[in-house]
């Protein structure tokens, strides 16, 4: 590899692309363990409104967040078409209930830039970035803040 390809090799982000609430969004893919289609979760009494329930991994149980819910896009109505992105979050592995996952893709790190001043200080705790991709913004979702300290998964 040349000297001048490196810098770009090192600053590239690969992410995973999915839809929630009709809108795009993103994380890195290093964070995602599998991507499993919708299947309904045991539903835990009490729980926040945005937790779906709890599923079964291989005999791990996990929660499912409704990334919908939790991004204050209202909540989904799940359906077979809707998907299960399993990531791990610090030392935690949680499922994200997704519309669907639309791409894998790789993008230098100065194509995503920092989230405009305009939007609340609510929407700019859930997204880190934004990226430009063809005709479409793709937000980058700061995976640690989308389960609080109190349900066991902290920054």
Known sequence: MSAAAEPIAVTQ?????????????????????????????????????????????????????????RLGLGAAEPSERHVVIIVTIGSKTVGLLVEAVSDILSAPGEDFKPTPDVVSDKAKAFVEAVLSVEDRLIRLIELDLIMPATLGVVK
């Open 13 to 69: 982000r690969e992410i995973v692309s999915f839809r929630v609430a009709g809108q795009d969004f993103c994380i890195d893919i290093g964070s995602v363990r599998e991507i499993r289609g919708w299947t309904p979760t045991t539903v835990l009494p009490h729980a926040p409104d945005y937790i779906r329930g709890v599923m079964n991994l291989r005999g791990a149980v996990l929660p499912v967040v409704d990334l919908s819910a």
